[in-house]
């Protein structure tokens, strides 16, 4: 009999193989053995800083997915343990290299984690401490995919803390908005100048409105393709019924030692999109509608971005002439 080796997930199907085989004895009408055909997936995992944040400790417990035969499929992680931050914009974390599975399609894919209210649960540190962070229901959430026979998928998951991290209760919660994962082959990045004009004019603007400290929360908002105008341009919200769009990724506006201020992204979906620009980062809570409940405001209209997919980055310039208006 030719010998061949399956993946442990398929041990159960090689098994019922071999048994059936001895129930034919020597019989030559024995049927010839079923070949699996598969395929490998590699994960990896990124993140969209998060301002007065210092670690975000992710531990993971396993890895799980069902096919379209129902079959569940399940990866032990052995609670890897690692610091989200380390992994920001164009960098990525991979979690899983080369995992063999049989190729078609896989739904309710998801990591479970070890939650924060267990011993060496997941954690987030801050400038007071280091917290329990609970994460939602257990488990981050994947798209769907369908693997080709002999194919190597390789896709990652987008954390955006900003949108996906919450403060309630006294408890640091992950919840899953702003969190999604991407075919590698079919996204990009963006790396993005702010017009320092720009950053001068919103601080005088909002001036009363400054956090403690008088240190602006100054983000880029990247907004789906529909949004044409900064009128159209939301806060984070978890749904609304105002006519604006939410935002679909938040970066952190930084200055180098030069004096130029500059943002980036990774792992978007291709596509185009339209930058907006504020210096009231602070004021908008993930939790609620801040632009009708509270005080938060877009400041400029970045301009229209288109992105690449294959992994490539786009470069762009917000503003001296290449951004929308000012609200």
Known sequence: MRSFTLPLTLIPFALSGFMLAGCGGSDDNTPPEQVVSTGSVSIAISDAPMSQVSRVELVLDKLVMTDAHGQVHSRDMAQHRFNLLDYQGKESHKVIDGLELPAGQYHDVHFTLVNGDQAQGCAIENGQGLHPLMIENGRLPMANFTLGEHQHLNLTMEIDLYQSMHFSDGQYQLNHHGIYSVDDDTMGHIFGEMDPQWIADCETQYATSAPEGDQFY??????????????????????????????????????????????????????????????????????????????????????????????????????????????
């Open 218 to 327: 100054h983000m880029a908002y990247l907004y789906p393709s529909e949004v044409t105008s900064l009128s159209q341009m939301g806060d984070i919200a978890q749904s609304r019924d105002d006519g604006l769009f939410s935002p679909v990724a938040i970066s952190p506006i930084h200055q180098d030692i030069n004096g130029n201020w500059s943002f980036a992204m990774g792992y978007l979906p291709s596509g185009s999109y339209r930058v907006g620009y504020t210096c009231l980062g602070h004021l908008d809570d993930p939790a609620q509608n801040d632009m009708t409940q509270g005080a938060f405001k877009l400041f400029e209209d970045g301009g229209e971005i288109g992105v690449e997919d294959g992994g490539r980055e786009t470069r762009h310039r917000c503003g001296g002439g290449h951004g929308g208006h000012r609200g």
